[in-house]
């Protein structure tokens, strides 16, 4: 399911803001998803959203699905942060598609379009709502949803009038952060500052879409 299009092309002399600005994209798995899996369908979803020259900002999930090598290992090949918001949190963002399964079982009806409205800041807006991967030989283990922020008439970035509320967002978990700008790209390496441990151990959560 796709989400309006953020902004209309700006007049004047350079790109319109709409179509440089950052993206942040919402990412739900279940439990053992591969790394390939995921990046692929960020990738889909980027081309089909016509955003595949946007810079990705981070990828975000619940908390619960923080610890998913999967999600950890597309973030680093991505080079950018992974970032987790608590279940609460997510439930609060109102967006197009939710799901009672999903709530049932994570306390949410909404992991990667909440997360990426979240993430995105005040505000934002979907850029695309949440898309399923399409994996070889077995089910979809992985969803994502694009957010941004939103852009005026005129090309102006602002706050919108949907997703994301209008006041501060809560403190996200930076499971794996990124000293280095947000950019895609095959195997980039991402150092995780301050972080003891590179990787944590999987969770054990029960699995969402």
Same mark, same amino acid.
């Given at each position: 399911?796709?989400?309006?299009?953020?902004?209309?092309?700006?007049?004047?002399?350079?790109?319109?803001?709409?179509?440089?600005?950052?993206?942040?994209?919402?990412?739900?798995?279940?439990?053992?998803?591969?790394?390939?899996?995921?990046?692929?369908? =960020?990738?889909?979803? @980027?081309?089909?959203?016509?955003?595949?020259?946007?810079?990705?900002?981070?990828?975000?999930?619940?908390?619960?699905?923080?610890?998913?090598?999967?999600? =950890?290992?597309? #973030?680093?090949? @991505?080079?950018?942060? @992974?970032?987790?918001?608590?279940?609460? #949190?997510?439930?609060?963002?109102?967006?197009?598609?939710?799901?009672? /399964?999903?709530?049932?079982?994570?306390?949410?009806?909404?992991?990667?379009?909440?997360? #990426?409205?979240?993430?995105?800041?005040?505000?934002?807006? @979907?850029?695309?709502?949440?898309?399923?991967?399409?994996?070889?030989?077995?089910?979809?283990?992985?969803?994502? #949803?694009?957010?941004?922020?939103?852009?005026?008439?005129?090309?102006?970035?602002?706050?919108?009038?949907?997703?994301?509320?209008?006041?501060?967002?809560?403190?996200?978990?930076?499971?794996?952060?990124?000293?280095?700008?947000?950019?895609?790209?095959?195997?980039?390496?991402?150092?995780?500052?301050?972080?003891? /441990?590179?990787?944590?151990?999987?969770?054990?959560?029960?699995?969402?879409?």
């Amino acid at each position: 399911m796709s989400g309006r299009a953020v902004g209309e092309p700006a007049r004047g002399p350079g790109p319109p803001a709409g179509e440089s600005a950052p993206v942040v994209v919402g990412v739900g798995a279940s439990r053992g998803v591969a790394v390939s899996e995921v990046v692929e369908l =960020i990738e889909a979803a @980027l081309a089909a959203a016509g955003c595949a020259d946007r810079p990705v900002r981070a990828l975000a999930t619940v908390t619960a699905k923080s610890s998913e090598p999967g999600l =950890i290992g597309a #973030a680093r090949r @991505l080079g950018v942060p @992974l970032r987790a918001f608590p279940a609460t #949190a997510l439930a609060a963002v109102r967006v197009p598609d939710p799901s009672a /399964a999903t709530a049932a079982a994570v306390g949410t009806p909404s992991v990667a379009e909440a997360a #990426a409205l979240l993430a995105a800041g005040p505000g934002a807006q @979907l850029i695309a709502g949440k898309r399923k991967s399409v994996p070889r030989g077995g089910p979809a283990r992985a969803t994502c #949803a694009l957010a941004g922020p939103a852009v005026t008439d005129n090309g102006a970035l602002t706050a919108g009038r949907e997703g994301a509320p209008a006041g501060s967002s809560p403190a996200a978990d930076i499971v794996m952060p990124s000293p280095n700008p947000p950019r895609r790209g095959p195997d980039r390496r991402t150092a995780v500052i301050g972080d003891k /441990a590179p990787e944590r151990e999987p969770t054990g959560t029960k699995e969402t879409q």
